[in-house]
């Protein structure tokens, strides 16, 4: 059974970093493009990062520029270090792959508030 399991978000004043983290199970993880998208209060899913096995990446435009994707395929690991941050990054993040139909993990929340 596949699953990504979120973590590292919080609250964070604006202008501040995070650094979030996705363990992948039961995928043979390098063969895969992975993704982290978001869902803001109110909204839909939207997709943020990409990142395909071999490390070539692709940003939604608000975020260029302020997000960094990557990944450890030794770990299984997907990551989103995310910096100067606004209020219109708060969301849950979730991470997947656009690849095949997996079910969503829990996500994380990250609220970004003074």
């Known amino acids: 059974q596949v699953q990504f399991v979120e973590s590292g978000g919080g609250l964070v004043q604006p202008g501040g970093s995070l650094r979030l983290s996705c363990a992948a199970s039961g995928i043979i993880f390098d063969k895969y493009v992975m993704a982290w998208y978001r869902q803001a209060p109110g909204k839909q899913r939207e997709l943020v990062a990409t990142?395909?096995?071999?490390?070539?990446?692709s940003y939604t435009n608000p975020v260029k520029g302020r997000f960094a994707i990557s990944r450890d395929n030794a770990k299984n690991t997907v990551y989103l270090q995310m910096s100067s941050l606004v209020a219109e990054d708060t969301a849950v993040y979730y991470c997947?792959?656009?690849?095949?139909?997996?079910?969503w993990g829990p996500g994380t929340q990250v609220t970004v508030s003074s």
């Open positions: 997947n792959t656009p690849q095949i139909n997996v079910d």
């Open positions: 990142i395909t096995s071999e490390g070539y990446t």
